[in-house]
């Protein structure tokens, strides 16, 4: 396993793991029965008689974390060790291990050291259910999108809002600042915390795996045509709405859109770096959203509660009871879908979109 610093030139820090005795190189360990601890310590002479036999393997574990880019590598140095040092102390005394950190700032890795296989495998176990902790906590750096904001589209939600705004702006909540910004409408496949610029190269690297493995099999290496058409919302009360999505669906009546999104999930999910929210993607396109009143140029949608510093409790909701009676079935037109984004939060590129880490082709 290994954990990083910020993308933005911070110290990066990894986690290896070792048995007592000596070792050269980082190559991070799985435990094996097949090879001799002689051929795992990267040339180390010395044989190490009745300790467990372990394998030394050059890969990357999939259980990567680190800081949010504003949290710089000193943050996640102090969740690790913890006040004066008590998580870090604690974290060895129930394990019977010693954990070397690299101080804050330092390039090196995390090696937690022990004389039993299972005090180390014990140890690292805690480390990765506290960065997966930490990892939690952080507001998502990226979402897997695709754009929507084609000239027809965005003319039709220009008339969208501008309709709303005469037939409805006398209800509850109602108000100019709630609409999205056309040049950034999207729909949403999920949301991920990317803590560096590893973590986001492995996000990269897993859309091409695949476009490989499913995604052209699907697709047939053409575009998906689909139809942007009603409205609907996700909380129990139309008159206390926070979002209204636009639906999304195929034109030609098919899943292939779902099973995409779906199976982009499963495999993020796998990988570690994205949380699952939903059984199922729920093909949306945000149209308003209480969110933007405070933050027009970077607010994106999460339903659940790892909404990073936004607070349900912040927002004020709207009454949108009268906007589902008269846009039911309203039609934002037909767009094609030629790729899968992976989008970075707060960002805009030429055209208004937000920045792309990464893209996906579906021709």
């Known amino acids: 396993m290994s954990c990083s610093g910020a993308a933005g030139g911070e110290a990066q820090l990894s986690l290896i793991v070792i048995m007592k005795g000596p070792q050269k190189g980082n190559a991070a360990v799985s435990w094996s029965s097949s090879l001799s601890l002689e051929e795992q310590c990267d040339g180390c002479p010395?044989?190490?008689?009745?300790?467990?036999?372990?394998?030394?393997?050059?890969?990357?574990?999939?259980?990567?974390a680190g800081p949010a880019a504003a949290g710089g590598g000193g943050l996640l140095h102090r969740y690790i060790i913890g006040k004066k040092g008590e998580t870090k102390k604690r974290l060895e005394t129930e394990t019977r291990t010693s954990i070397s950190i690299p101080k804050p700032g330092v390039e090196g890795e995390i090696v937690i050291t022990g004389q039993q296989r299972g005090a180390v495998i014990s140890a690292?176990?805690?480390?990765?259910?506290?960065?997966?902790?930490?990892r939690k906590k952080q507001p998502f750096t990226h979402f897997l999108s695709c754009a929507l904001n084609q000239p027809i589209i965005q003319?039709?939600?220009?008339?969208?809002?501008?309709?709303?705004?005469?037939?409805?702006?006398?209800?509850?909540?109602?108000?100019?600042?709630?609409?999205?910004?056309?040049?950034?409408?999207?729909?949403?496949?999920?949301?991920?915390?990317?803590?560096?610029?590893?973590?986001?190269?492995?996000?990269?690297?897993?859309?091409?795996?695949?476009?490989?493995?499913f995604v052209d099999q699907i697709t047939g290496g053409k575009p998906l045509s689909v139809e942007v058409t009603g409205v609907e919302y996700m909380n129990d009360d139309p008159a206390m709405m926070d979002v209204l999505y636009a639906k999304v669906h195929m034109k030609d009546g098919s899943d292939k859109l779902q099973v995409i999104a779906d199976q982009l999930v499963e495999r993020f999910v796998a990988s570690g770096l994205m949380l699952r929210e939903w059984d199922r993607v729920k093909l949306h396109a945000t149209v308003m959203n209480t969110l933007f009143r405070k933050d027009p140029s970077g607010a994106e949608e999460r339903s659940s509660t790892m909404t990073g510093k936004s607070s349900?409790?912040?927002?004020?909701?709207?009454?949108?009871?009268?906007?589902?009676?008269?846009?039911?079935?309203?039609?934002?037109?037909?767009?094609?879908?030629?790729?899968?984004?992976?989008?970075?939060?707060?960002?805009?590129?030429?055209?208004?979109?937000?920045?792309?880490?990464?893209?996906?082709?579906?021709?």
């Open 46 to 64: 010395t044989a190490h008689p009745g300790q467990d036999r372990w394998a030394s393997v050059q890969e990357e574990h999939h259980s990567r």
């Open 124 to 134: 690292r176990t805690r480390i990765d259910v506290l960065l997966d902790s930490f």
């Open 155 to 213: 003319e039709k939600f220009l008339q969208f809002k501008e309709e709303v705004l005469e037939k409805c702006s006398q209800d509850h909540g109602v108000s100019s600042s709630l609409f999205q910004n056309p040049a950034k409408l999207h729909l949403t496949l999920g949301t991920l915390v990317l803590l560096n610029e590893q973590e986001i190269q492995r996000a990269c690297d897993l859309l091409q795996q695949c476009k490989e493995d």
């Open 312 to 363: 349900f409790k912040e927002r004020e909701s709207f009454n949108g009871r009268n906007i589902l009676k008269l846009f039911e079935n309203f039609s934002f037109g037909e767009a094609q879908l030629d790729a899968v984004l992976l989008s970075q939060r707060y960002s805009s590129d030429a055209s208004g979109y937000y920045g792309t880490a990464g893209r996906l082709l579906l021709h």
